[in-house]
């Protein structure tokens, strides 16, 4: 059994997943972070894309660099962003409404309680944020019910088992070198990814959650596990 988290780990995590830290520390990850994840946001949007969908969702969207991307690949669909910190919300919306895309939505919400009715999405997705979430079953299981059958919800984050080669090379592509120094790497380790999933626990909680198959996915120098649930 693992040991019990030291109270600074503790402290630390609380921190990680509050809302009124990402109202104000938000940016950071907005500026200088979410975009090194470029590569998956284009493999998630491979995989939504080509099914045509109408209505999508973004749970957990931040920034909303996913949702804008997914509005731009599929234009005749209506994309929903929800988060649940307001200032996140606001950012996403300016950046959404500098990019002239009209198809898109951002609303204030919580992933365990999403404001939906059920089945009222044909794909759903959510980078980053599922171990932000203080029942992260619970929002899968609200993630399966806003979702109509057989469509899919694809899933990604923090890689737990991510080596700190893996971590620091990941690390490498923040856009600025401040971000680049050993607290960080080691807040990166300890708080960020030894605290998240496995491949094999996303998959779990999705089969839970009622999910009959699901299909690992990932990209080259991403070290976040994805699962991708229909
Ligand atoms: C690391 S950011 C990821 C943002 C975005 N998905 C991306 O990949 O760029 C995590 C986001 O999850 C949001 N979040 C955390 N807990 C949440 C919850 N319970 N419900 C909705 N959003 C949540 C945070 O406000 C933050 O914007």
């Known amino acids: 059994m693992a040991p019990p ?31 090194a994840l470029t590569p998956l946001f284009v493999l998630l949007t491979d995989e939504i894309a080509p099914r045509r969908p109408s209505r999508i969702l973004d749970v957990g969207s931040g920034p909303g660099y996913l949702t804008c991307l997914l509005a731009r690949r599929c234009p005749r669909a209506e994309v929903v962003g929800v988060d649940f910190s307001p200032r996140q919300v606001s950012w996403a919306r300016r950046r959404g409404n500098a990019l002239g895309l009209s198809n898109m939505t951002f609303l204030r919400g919580d992933a365990l309680h999403l404001t939906f009715p059920d089945e009222s999405f044909d794909a759903v997705a959510s980078v980053g944020s599922i171990k932000h979430w203080r029942d992260p079953q619970a929002g899968m299981s609200e993630i399966r019910r806003v979702l109509k059958p057989g469509g899919p919800a694809i899933v990604a984050e923090t890689d737990r088992g991510a080596s700190p080669g893996e971590i620091r090379s990941f690390m490498a592509r923040f856009k600025t ?44 120098g991403i070290p976040y596990v994805c699962v991708r649930a229909a």
Do not use: H, Q
């Open 177 to 220: 070198p401040l971000l680049r120094n050993d607290l960080l790497l080691w807040g990166m380790k300890r708080i960020v990814f030894a605290e998240s999933f496995t491949s094999d626990d996303l998959s779990l909680m999705a089969r839970k959650a009622g999910f009959e198959e699901t299909r690992p996915l990932g990209v080259g």
């Open 5 to 35: 988290p030291l109270p600074l780990v503790r402290l630390l995590r609380y921190l990680r997943d509050n809302r009124l830290v990402w109202d104000l520390c938000g940016f950071i990850y907005n500026r200088y972070i979410g975009d």
